[in-house]
């Protein structure tokens, strides 16, 4: 895993095709006891909303039920910061995927109770994209 130069994201690049990534990424996410809410075919929107050619693009909207539940009794708007998205996306012939960094995110809301589930949260999904850069 590579640390990206971007303070709010946890990223690597992989040699996987897009759709193994995306696929490997879902298994992954269910692996660490979070479900995939929603997914985003940000490709396909484009294109279809505005004629706009671009590279596969897909957002995983990923959440751990206890976790969430936890955060939400400690900060009921929380829900706005929720669920955790998972990028993956090609640029340039190579696949990357990148998960939003949840104890700089959840560091906006100034509340102690939840850091401890950031920190938890942190190492779910470093470790998610920790395996997708292994391929």
Sequence with gaps: MQTDRKDYIISAETDLSFAETVNR?????????YGVLCEIDVKAKLEEKLGVEREPYMILGACNPPLASEGL????????????????????????????????MLSIVGNEKLESIATRVREDLARVVEEIAKG
């Design 25 to 33: 990424t879902r298994d992954l996410l269910q692996a660490a006891g």
């Design 73 to 104: 009794n400690a900060e009921p708007d929380l829900g706005a910061l929720l669920p955790c998205n998972v990028v993956i996306y090609e640029r340039e012939g190579r696949t990357r995927v990148a998960a939003v960094e949840p104890e700089r």
